[in-house]
Each structure stands twice: as structure tokens, then as C-alpha cells.
């Protein structure tokens, strides 16, 4: 019997040490299960960040390419006051030369006027000298007659 107690007692400690390992491998495994979860988790997290940034990557696209639109905008807007702004410069010059003319006209009015209330001013001499004239000689013809 003592032989007998030998092979159970060292197929029991082969039990223990398979079971040991088995044990191991066990927690290894899960070990293993667990670093997957994790990894997985990472991934899914890093596939969540980079979805993240590509939504943002587009707003910001759509933002400049609002920008863009706005800023075409008022380049456009620019140049039709830059336009604007060149017709009223014409504008001005062609207002500025008619003024000038207007001015020019106005001073020979006036030098004609000038010289025709002189033209008048000595018509009226003559007209009253001859007056004068007629009066002196009435004058002598009246005391010729008496």
C-alpha cells in the first residue's frame, strides 16, 4: 500500500501543478482579455478624437470658405465704390470746367455791360449837350425876337 500512496500522491502534485498552470494561463489570458478591452477601448476612443477633429477639419472649411465668399464680397464691393468714386471725380472735374466757363461767361457779361453803360453814359452826354445847345440857341432866338 505504501506503493500505492507514491503513484496518487505524485499524480496528485501533477494535478496541482497542472491545475497551477492552468491557473496561470487562466490569469493570463484574462490579463491578456482585459489588455485587449483596453486597447480596444483606446482605439474606439482615437476613432471617436479623429471623427472629432474631421467634423471640426469641415467647419473650419465651411467657416473659410465663408470667409472667402465674404471677403470676395467686399473686394467686389470695393471696386464698385472705386468706380463710383472715379465717375464723381469725373463728375467733379466736368462741374469744375463748366464753372470755369460759367465764370468766364459771367465776367465778359459784365465787361459788356460795362461797356455799354458807357456807350449809354456817353450817348447821354452828347444827348445833353445838344440840349444845351438847343436851349442856348433858343435862348438867342428868343431875345432876337424881342
Excluded: C, W, Y
Amino acid at each position: 500500500m505504501p506503493s500505492d500512496h507514491l503513484p496518487q500522491e505524485e499524480h496528485r502534485q501533477q494535478a496541482e501543478s497542472v491545475r497551477e498552470k492552468a491557473e496561470d494561463e487562466r490569469d493570463d489570458a484574462e490579463q491578456d482579455r482585459q489588455s485587449t478591452e483596453a486597447h480596444r477601448i483606446s482605439a474606439e476612443s482615437g476613432r471617436s478624437e479623429a471623427e472629432q477633429f474631421r467634423r471640426l477639419a469641415e467647419e473650419a472649411r465651411e467657416v473659410r470658405d465663408l470667409h472667402r465668399e465674404a471677403l470676395e464680397a467686399l473686394r467686389g464691393e470695393r471696386e464698385r465704390l472705386r468706380e463710383a468714386g472715379e465717375t464723381a471725380r469725373t463728375a467733379a472735374e466736368e462741374a469744375r470746367t463748366a464753372a470755369e466757363a460759367a465764370r468766364l461767361a459771367t465776367i465778359e457779361a459784365v465787361q459788356a455791360t460795362a461797356e455799354t453803360l458807357q456807350a449809354t453814359l456817353e450817348n447821354m452826354k452828347v444827348v445833353e449837350d445838344l440840349r444845351r445847345t438847343l436851349r442856348d440857341i433858343r435862348s438867342v432866338n428868343k431875345l432876337d425876337s424881342n
